[in-house]
């Protein structure tokens, strides 16, 4: 049985980036990384950038909207993900709009955060 692990942190409570807890945080998340790899339990994992880059795409009688941010009901909750490589958000969200639960749900459509943008 596969877990995704989701990750909610309190931007108020987090340490800053550049600061020597921001770094000290980065290395438990790198331990974290090496113990599931080394207990080969690790299938893929990600950060997403902040929500406020996020688009949800809605369809409300037969008609699709998008609203900036993560826009989700009280009552949804998070039951899987897809990860896909396009070229652009609009191409996301025509891809956000085949996912059946779309229409009585939300799909949030938020990019991948690229750590090492040269391949390094």
Do not use: H
Request: overall charge negative; charged content about 25%; some cysteine.
């Amino acid at each position: 049985m596969k877990y995704m692990l989701l990750i909610y942190n309190n931007p108020e409570q987090q340490p800053d980036y550049g600061t020597e807890a921001f770094d000290a945080m980065m290395q438990g998340f790198f331990a974290a990384n090496d113990k599931m790899k080394a207990d080969g339990v690790l299938v893929d994992g990600e950060s997403l950038s902040e929500p406020k880059t996020a688009t949800s795409v809605r369809i409300k009688e037969c008609k699709t909207e998008t609203m900036d941010g993560p826009f989700a009901e009280t009552r949804e909750y998070l039951g899987g993900y897809y990860i896909i490589d396009v070229p652009n958000l609009d191409a996301a969200i025509s891809y956000a709009e085949l996912i059946p639960s779309a229409k009585w749900g939300t799909i949030e459509v938020r990019a991948l955060m690229d750590y090492n943008p040269a391949g390094n």
